[in-house]
């Protein structure tokens, strides 16, 4: 689980301060489910929770551990606030006056792979866009990219169409490989289709290719994303 913390600020003319104009918690869960009995697929899902106007929040370290067991999210209105928290024993706690839940599934990530920033999108309808369509109109927004082949995906298993990396440039001659590792998916888990995409570490450039790609998306297709950034790479 991912968690972010962030407080809006307002300077007060009066005072000539900051005061706090709110408080807002972004939770991140990656769990993934048992294999499909028919595809033989296991399913990764992220569920993200979004509080607005929070006024208290606590969250509990297991003890000798960096992660526990959340298995369910428990809700209630109380006294014109939201209320929530998971399981019983209430790992994570958040009063707060608004809340948006959305969750996307893909395939598990690739073994060994431990990104830095993730990004996934999960369409409503639609096709999966090809690889010469997305560097077509990163060309147009004036970024041009070249794309770098990544090991044949096995679609039978993954659901993955086609994977690769996206560097900035047309020089082919230039050895730089390293990139944006995106990856496309079919039809799944009652979506059109998916869209995955991750640095593996603190390139500037992958990171702003990760953000034209988003924006792109979001112009052109419906559907839900969720973004998370693993502080120290954990």
């Given at each position: 689980?991912?968690?972010?913390?962030?407080r809006?600020?307002?300077f007060?003319?009066?005072?000539?301060?900051?005061v706090l104009a709110?408080?807002?918690v972004?939770l991140v869960?990656?769990?993934?489910?048992?294999?499909?009995g028919?595809?033989g697929?296991?399913l990764?899902?992220w569920?993200?929770?979004?509080?607005?106007?929070?006024?208290d929040?606590?969250?509990?370290?297991?003890?000798?551990?960096?992660?526990?067991?959340?298995?369910a999210?428990q809700?209630e209105w109380?006294?014109?606030?939201?209320?929530?928290w998971?399981?019983?024993d209430g790992?994570?706690?958040?009063?707060c006056?608004?809340a948006?839940f959305?969750e996307?599934a893909?395939?598990p990530?690739?073994?060994?792979?431990r990104?830095?920033?993730?990004?996934v999108?999960?369409?409503?309808?639609?096709?999966l866009?090809?690889?010469?369509?997305?560097?077509a109109?990163?060309?147009?927004r004036?970024?041009?990219?070249?794309?770098?082949h990544g090991?044949?995906?096995?679609s039978?298993?993954?659901?993955?169409?086609w994977?690769?990396?996206?560097v900035r440039?047309?020089d082919?001659?230039?050895?730089?490989t390293?990139?944006?590792?995106?990856?496309?998916y079919g039809?799944?888990d009652?979506?059109?289709?998916?869209l995955?995409?991750?640095?593996q570490?603190?390139?500037?450039?992958a990171?702003?290719l990760?953000?034209?790609l988003?924006r792109l998306?979001a112009?052109?297709?419906?559907g839900?994303?969720?973004?998370?950034e693993r502080?120290?790479g954990?």
């Open positions: 689980m991912a968690c972010h913390l962030s809006q600020q307002l007060d003319d009066q005072s000539g301060r900051d709110g408080t807002s972004t869960i990656q769990y993934v489910e048992p294999a499909d028919r595809s697929v296991r990764q899902r569920a993200q929770l979004r509080c607005h106007d929070v006024s929040f606590s969250l509990f370290e297991q003890e000798g551990a960096n992660s526990g067991s959340i298995e999210l809700a109380y006294r014109g606030r939201m209320r929530l998971f399981d019983q790992e994570v706690y958040v009063v006056g608004q948006e959305k996307v893909l395939p990530p690739v073994a060994g792979e990104p830095v920033r993730e990004w999108f999960q369409a409503r309808e639609g096709a866009p090809s690889v010469e369509w997305l560097l109109e990163l060309d147009r004036a970024i041009p990219c070249r794309w770098v090991e044949e995906p096995d039978a298993e993954a659901g993955c169409v994977s690769g990396a996206l440039g047309t082919r001659a230039s050895a730089d390293t990139g944006l590792l995106v990856r496309g039809p799944r009652g979506v059109a289709f998916g995955s995409a991750r640095t570490g603190e390139d500037h450039e990171v702003a990760m953000g034209a988003r998306i112009e052109r297709f419906e839900d994303d969720i973004g998370l502080i120290g954990l």
